[in-house]
């Protein structure tokens, strides 16, 4: 296999269970097995496993993630084991998006609305390009790598290469740049547009924040410089350079006038089709918008929603798969995919990906039907479960708690239960919900005739049920310096218990999928800090959630079978204690769900593991420590200070030179995305919004 092109770089070498697990792991490479599965418990270390396999591998690797959080959290990772290679982040880039829509029993039509994350943008232009040029790369991407791209083909054949000493008319550059998207302005440059001044043209690339500043003579290039945006140094002087398109859906003058009649004749057809059907409302409607889009496209080669029209563009045939981000990736000589595919967190990623495409095919039935949009806009879609798996190579699933799906579809299941830090999986104690008065305070469960098990009375002292026994067993963890999760079923009963435990004079907060990012992200630091010591949620179980402070975790009402309460959320939150030392879980049940008996056992078998590992190895677990980093603290104060104009340094630099306080803040919005600390550069974006608004007052 080779091994020169990822350069893999750690303080550490591979411990545990990780070096047995690289082992197998590659030896089922080598064998050619198409899938494969890592069991890896929370902390062992999976993400460092999959760095290890890459570097021993040496090809271009997908990395899919479940979420943008999570996929920008792997992605940090990546490039700290990867700093000499190719790491990029690959996700939507809306910021906010409400796709077009028909509802025909109200007559209400949404038109698509959507704000498009300019860095994200960028991000995804450079992944794209590194992946075409490049072959240590390393793409985490969300699922949203299955949705249409524009033709790789058309994208790299319409790069242009650019040289010192090319012989080029300066109107035939830039008509060249017009015709790749780039936008001309005589404003400051951003991502896809250029500005010319004279013999001097400066282009920012979609890809990067750099400038490429070309001097012009009567013969063409006369010098390439490389400049820095911010401060305007040159940092290199590069000999040739590559333009790519500012735009992924790319198409030139022949295809595009191809495309063009073909979209004329499919209109055609469409609208007699409605004619017969005495369709007049919807043959009018689809004329006047196809029609307008044509007009559009043949001027400017561009119309909103051009994806609509890709399968025409790119010349495919109808019902065929679309182009996405994996067309990007290499094949080989035969067309098969040459690169490797890691599905994290698999047990929620393959779901995902497995649904997308019906969702979105009913949506635009509807607006087929109703003369919205012509039926071809149906192939501008995600790929089907089966299309996905036929466009990548060689898959990995890595999860802590796997489907049937990937044990069923693995050649070979590889455990990496041992952590390398010695922590031992939490100790369990399941307790009824319900007030007893002569039931004990502590119970196991034993097995029934129904194999499904039941709560055994093993004292014959008072219970005062779930909340009270949390609330008694809350103060206890928090005396002893540590903090405690519920969790509950519904958010109306995270907010209800939340309030309740400041009554019993427990400092408490709830979060849920209502609260925003920013003040998600501030609650969550303020519990590690300790500003508060019990947070009460619905979903904590978040993959990738990390709070090593966390002795205690309730389980409310656990014997309610369903998502929340099944085997693979259960064993995710107990998870979650894990990284303590003093970490339990309290299950609060009725009864003994086969949910909860596999999770308990699984809990306890990995337990008995890793305590057998420590013993023979003499380690004495600890607590992970990890730096408590609050990413809204100094930005809340910048914020202060530059939209209130209070009399310090932000302030005085905004009063004298505005738009130098707004070129540093951009620098370090864009050295937080270079960082992948995507929740800082969100936060700079909307505090440039202001500065931008204060400014203009």
Not at 403 to 425: A, F, W
């Given at each position: 296999m080779?091994?020169?092109?990822?350069?893999?770089?750690?303080p550490?070498?591979?411990?545990?269970?990780?070096?047995?697990?690289?082992?197998?792991?590659?030896?089922?490479?080598?064998?050619?097995?198409?899938?494969?599965?890592?069991?890896?418990?929370?902390?062992?270390?999976?993400?460092?496993t999959?760095?290890?396999v890459?570097?021993?591998?040496?090809k271009?690797?997908?990395?899919?993630?479940?979420?943008k959080?999570?996929?920008?959290?792997?992605?940090?990772?990546?490039?700290?084991?990867?700093?000499?290679?190719a790491?990029?982040?690959f996700?939507?880039?809306?910021?906010y998006?409400?796709?077009?829509?028909?509802?025909?029993?109200?007559?209400?039509?949404?038109?698509k609305?959507?704000?498009?994350?300019?860095?994200?943008?960028?991000?995804?232009?450079a992944?794209?390009?590194?992946?075409l040029?490049?072959?240590?790369?390393?793409?985490?991407?969300?699922?949203?790598?299955?949705?249409g791209?524009?033709?790789p083909?058309?994208?790299?054949k319409?790069?242009?290469?650019?040289?010192?000493?090319?012989?080029?008319d300066?109107?035939?550059?830039?008509?060249?740049?017009?015709?790749?998207?780039?936008?001309?302005?005589?404003?400051d440059?951003t991502?896809?547009?250029?500005?010319?001044?004279?013999?001097?043209?400066?282009?920012?690339?979609v890809?990067?924040?750099?400038?490429?500043?070309i001097?012009?003579?009567?013969?063409?290039?006369?010098?390439?410089?490389?400049v820095?945006?911010?401060?305007?140094?040159?940092v290199?002087?590069?000999?040739?350079?590559?333009?790519?398109?500012?735009?992924?859906?790319?198409?030139?003058?022949a295809?595009?006038?191809?495309?063009i009649k073909v979209?004329?004749?499919e209109?055609?057809?469409?609208?007699?089709?409605?004619?017969?059907?005495?369709?007049?409302?919807?043959?009018?409607?689809l004329?006047?918008?196809?029609?307008?889009?044509?007009?559009?496209?043949?001027?400017?080669g561009y119309?909103?929603?051009?994806?609509n029209?890709?399968?025409?563009?790119?010349?495919?045939?109808a019902?065929?798969?679309p182009?996405?981000?994996?067309?990007?990736?290499?094949?080989?000589?035969?067309?098969?995919?040459?690169?490797?595919?890691i599905i994290?967190?698999s047990?929620?990623?393959?779901?995902?990906?497995?649904?997308?495409?019906?969702?979105?095919?009913?949506?635009?039935?509807?607006?087929?039907?109703?003369?919205?949009r012509?039926?071809?806009?149906m192939?501008?879609?995600?790929?089907?479960?089966?299309?996905?798996?036929?466009?990548?190579?060689?898959?990995?699933?890595?999860?802590?708690?796997?489907?049937?799906?990937?044990?069923?579809?693995?050649?070979?299941?590889v455990?990496?239960?041992?952590?390398?830090?010695?922590?031992?999986?939490?100790?369990?104690?399941?307790?009824?919900?319900?007030?007893?008065?002569?039931?004990?305070?502590?119970?196991?469960?034993?097995?029934?005739k129904?194999?499904?098990?039941?709560?055994?009375?093993?004292?014959?002292?008072a219970?005062?049920?779930?909340?009270?026994?949390?609330?008694?067993?809350t103060?206890?963890?928090?005396?002893?310096g540590g903090?405690?999760?519920?969790?509950t079923?519904?958010k109306?009963?995270?907010?209800?218990?939340s309030?309740?435990?400041k009554?019993?004079g427990?400092?408490?907060?709830?979060?849920?999928?209502?609260?925003?990012?920013?003040?998600?992200?501030?609650?969550?630091t303020?519990?590690?800090?300790?500003?508060?010591?019990?947070?009460?949620?619905?979903?904590?179980?978040?993959?990738?959630?990390?709070?090593?402070?966390?002795t205690?975790i309730?389980?409310?009402?656990?014997?309610?079978?369903?998502?929340?309460?099944?085997?693979?959320?259960?064993?995710?939150?107990i998870?979650?204690?894990?990284?303590?030392?003093?970490?339990?879980?309290?299950?609060?049940?009725?009864?003994i769900?086969?949910?909860?008996?596999?999770a308990?056992?699984?809990?306890?078998?990995?337990?008995?593991?890793?305590v057998?590992y420590?013993?023979?190895?003499?380690?004495t677990?600890?607590?992970?420590?990890?730096?408590?980093k609050?990413?809204?603290?100094?930005?809340?104060?910048?914020?202060?200070?530059?939209?209130?104009?209070?009399?310090?340094i932000?302030?005085?630099?905004?009063?004298?030179?505005?738009?130098?306080?707004?070129?540093l803040?951009e620098?370090?919005?864009?050295?937080?995305v270079?960082?992948?600390?995507?929740?800082?550069?969100?936060?700079?974006r909307d505090?440039?919004?202001?500065?931008r608004?204060?400014?203009l007052?």
């Amino acid at each position: 296999m080779n091994t020169s092109i990822f350069k893999i770089k750690v303080p550490f070498p591979p411990n545990g269970d990780q070096p047995k697990a690289i082992k197998k792991l590659l030896v089922g490479l080598k064998k050619g097995m198409r899938a494969q599965t890592l069991l890896g418990v929370t902390g062992s270390g999976k993400t460092f496993t999959m760095a290890n396999v890459i570097a021993s591998v040496g090809k271009p690797t997908l990395v899919i993630a479940h979420n943008k959080t999570l996929a920008a959290q792997l992605a940090q990772e990546y490039k700290e084991f990867f700093p000499e290679n190719a790491v990029h982040y690959f996700v939507s880039y809306y910021d906010y998006y409400q796709p077009e829509a028909y509802m025909p029993t109200t007559d209400t039509y949404i038109e698509k609305d959507a704000q498009i994350n300019e860095e994200i943008d960028r991000l995804r232009h450079a992944s794209t390009q590194a992946l075409l040029t490049r072959k240590d790369v390393i793409i985490v991407a969300s699922v949203s790598c299955i949705y249409g791209l524009g033709s790789p083909a058309e994208y790299e054949k319409e790069n242009m290469r650019l040289s010192s000493g090319q012989k080029i008319d300066r109107k035939e550059l830039l008509q060249k740049l017009i015709n790749i998207h780039f936008t001309r302005t005589n404003a400051d440059l951003t991502p896809g547009t250029f500005r010319s001044i004279g013999s001097l043209i400066e282009i920012m690339p979609v890809s990067e924040k750099i400038v490429w500043s070309i001097t012009m003579d009567t013969r063409g290039i006369e010098s390439i410089n490389k400049v820095d945006p911010v401060s305007q140094k040159i940092v290199d002087t590069p000999e040739s350079i590559f333009i790519f398109p500012a735009k992924h859906f790319i198409t030139n003058e022949a295809e595009k006038t191809r495309a063009i009649k073909v979209i004329k004749k499919e209109l055609d057809t469409q609208l007699k089709k409605f004619e017969k059907e005495g369709k007049l409302l919807e043959a009018e409607r689809l004329k006047r918008r196809t029609t307008y889009d044509l007009a559009m496209i043949r001027e400017v080669g561009y119309c909103n929603g051009i994806e609509n029209y890709s399968r025409h563009m790119s010349g495919r045939s109808a019902g065929s798969a679309p182009d996405t981000l994996l067309s990007y990736f290499p094949r080989t000589k035969d067309g098969k995919p040459d690169f490797l595919t890691i599905i994290d967190e698999s047990h929620v990623t393959i779901p995902q990906i497995g649904g997308m495409y019906a969702g979105d095919q009913s949506r635009k039935k509807t607006l087929v039907e109703f003369g919205f949009r012509l039926p071809s806009a149906m192939d501008n879609r995600p790929l089907r479960s089966e299309e996905f798996h036929e466009c990548v190579g060689q898959m990995i699933f890595t999860s802590a708690t796997p489907s049937v799906y990937e044990k069923e579809n693995s050649e070979q299941v590889v455990e990496q239960v041992i952590r390398p830090t010695g922590l031992i999986d939490p100790e369990i104690s399941i307790r009824p919900i319900l007030a007893r008065p002569n039931f004990p305070t502590c119970t196991s469960f034993r097995k029934s005739k129904d194999t499904r098990g039941e709560l055994e009375d093993r004292s014959k002292d008072a219970y005062p049920g779930q909340i009270q026994d949390l609330i008694a067993e809350t103060k206890t963890a928090v005396s002893k310096g540590g903090r405690v999760i519920a969790t509950t079923l519904t958010k109306k009963m995270a907010e209800d218990l939340s309030e309740y435990l400041k009554g019993e004079g427990i400092k408490a907060e709830y979060v849920h999928s209502e609260i925003k990012t920013l003040e998600r992200i501030q609650i969550l630091t303020a519990f590690r800090k300790g500003t508060f010591d019990c947070l009460v949620g619905v979903n904590l179980l978040r993959e990738g959630l990390d709070l090593p402070e966390v002795t205690l975790i309730g389980i409310l009402d656990a014997d309610k079978e369903g998502f929340l309460r099944s085997e693979t959320s259960l064993i995710q939150i107990i998870g979650r204690a894990a990284r303590n030392v003093e970490g339990r879980v309290i299950l609060y049940a009725e009864k003994i769900t086969g949910s909860i008996e596999r999770a308990v056992s699984e809990t306890n078998r990995r337990r008995a593991i890793q305590v057998a590992y420590n013993n023979e190895h003499g380690i004495t677990p600890k607590t992970i420590i990890k730096q408590i980093k609050d990413i809204t603290e100094h930005l809340e104060t910048d914020h202060m200070k530059a939209v209130r104009l209070n009399l310090d340094i932000d302030a005085q630099v905004f009063i004298k030179d505005p738009q130098k306080l707004l070129k540093l803040k951009e620098k370090k919005m864009s050295k937080a995305v270079e960082e992948l600390d995507f929740e800082t550069a969100a936060i700079l974006r909307d505090e440039i919004t202001m500065l931008r608004e204060q400014l203009l007052k």
